[in-house]
């Protein structure tokens, strides 16, 4: 026969405790993800932009309209991140680092599509499409570009500052395009 527990009952300040330190702990789990997501940033999109007279709209592709970052794992084959994801759409970014980037006294309406805003499977960030301006007092004006950045090393995190820098002189190409061309 089973001998009596003799151990006093706990008091409630201690069931209390207790309760307490689970859930404390049970929160504590809640906060970190258990997947090691990692989110983004552009470092070019941080700054406000004040340009109230020019409508910047950027389109991306379908498969670059989703959270993960993109690279390239073969000449057919494309492959997305699910840990390593933009903190907030990357078409948002790309539209306020590229309004930043324009002349303040810009007017009309910029369309920008990217086809391509990736890795490449030989070791360059690649940031690939097309524009069109419409300024209030023109012609419209457009181009292409086709900007490739070399990783200097490996990692999401430099693939980022890559695709960034790329975007960068994307932006001021049109930039220096918009002035050159009288679109502004």
């Not at 693939?159 to 001021?172: D, E, G, K, S």
Request: hydrophobic content about 40%; glycine content about 10%; charged content about 20%.
């Amino acid at each position: 026969m089973p001998e009596p527990d003799n151990r006093p009952e706990p008091t409630m300040a201690t069931r209390f405790s207790l309760l307490l330190l689970m859930l404390l702990a049970v929160a504590g789990c809640a906060g970190t993800p258990a997947t090691g997501e990692r989110q983004y940033l552009l470092p070019s999109a941080s700054q406000p932009v004040a340009a109230a007279n020019l409508l910047v709209r950027v389109r991306l592709a379908g498969y670059l309209d989703q959270g993960g970052l993109v690279v390239e794992t073969g000449a057919t084959t494309l492959s997305t991140a699910r840990t390593h994801r933009w903190a907030e759409p990357l078409g948002d970014q790309l539209q306020r680092a590229l309004a930043h980037a324009l002349p303040a006294n810009t007017a009309g309406t910029l369309t920008v599509r990217v086809t391509r805003f990736q890795g490449t499977a030989d070791g360059d960030a690649r940031v690939s499409g097309d524009w069109h301006f419409q300024g209030t007092d023109g012609d419209p004006v457009g181009g292409v570009f086709d900007k490739r950045q070399a990783l200097e090393r490996d990692g999401y995190e430099e693939l980022v500052l890559r695709l960034n820098a790329a975007w960068t002189a994307v932006a001021a190409e049109i930039a220096a395009d918009l002035r050159e061309r009288g679109g502004q």
